[in-house]
């Protein structure tokens, strides 16, 4: 089947910009999570769903990162005023029943 | 606070050979493992997951072991190819539940030569 999409696969933005990425989970799949990947490191956690709710948003850096799911499948991380240092790859996982997490293949965001 | 980290940090080897990657993570209150395979510029792929009660999992030419109580755990890959070539991750989960957010060491980033 289908595994996780995320779109757009590249965003280049301006400093200051709000940009939108979406990630769309593998059906059925009840848990999604936003982490974010700088250059050899890696991926650091943003954001866990369960369902429509974020249950851990800890690791969001600051109230420019928000993140929000209405109907409990696809996923939006919105960022305002973007800073350089947000650039990064934006990686979105889900998972079902079973512990393991299934990524997407990510959006590389650079702000100029 | 859970910690991760991978050695080495690259490794080069050629075709043919056998070799071992090794994780290691500070609090052994863990549910499960979970190892990753990340090619240039792309997302994760799931690799093997070992859970807690278990000491190994197999996947073809790859075997993972897990010892909990000394906070270790080694992903070896037999007869290595070309294609093996990418960055290898461990995880585990961050607060000890079996979901919720993902603790990832560096990476290991294997080149095998042809």
């Known amino acids: 089947g289908a595994g996780v999409s995320q779109t757009p696969s590249n965003k280049v933005t301006e400093k200051g910009k709000y940009v939108e990425l979406r990630c769309d989970p593998i059906s059925g799949h009840t848990a999604l999570y936003w982490y974010r990947q700088s250059l050899g490191q890696g991926p650091e956690f943003l954001i866990y769903?369960?369902?429509?709710?974020?249950?851990?948003d800890s690791g969001l850096p600051n109230d420019r990162f928000f993140a929000v799911r209405p109907e409990g499948s696809v996923s939006t991380l919105k960022i305002q005023r973007t800073e350089r240092g947000d650039s990064a790859m934006y990686l979105c996982?889900?998972?079902?029943?079973?512990?393991?997490?299934?990524f997407g293949p990510g959006t590389r965001l650079t702000v100029l | 606070k859970q910690e991760v980290t991978q050695i080495p940090a690259a490794l080069s080897v050629p075709e043919g050979e056998n070799l071992v990657l090794n994780c290691s993570f500070t609090?052994?209150?863990?549910?499960?493992l979970q190892w990753f395979r990340q090619d240039p510029g792309k997302g994760l792929t799931s690799l093997l997951l070992i859970q807690s009660s278990q000491r190994e999992q197999t996947s073809g030419r790859l075997n993972a072991s897990l010892d909990k109580s000394s906070g270790r755990s080694t992903l070896y890959i037999a007869a290595s190819q070309p294609g093996d070539s990418a960055t290898y991750l461990c995880a585990v989960p961050g607060y000890g539940g079996s979901q919720g957010n993902l603790i990832f060491g560096k990476g290991t980033k294997l080149s095998v030569k042809p």
């Open positions: 996982a889900s998972s079902g029943r079973g512990d393991t997490q299934y």
């Open positions: 769903f369960q369902g429509t709710g974020a249950a851990d």
């Open positions: 609090d052994s209150a863990i549910y499960n």
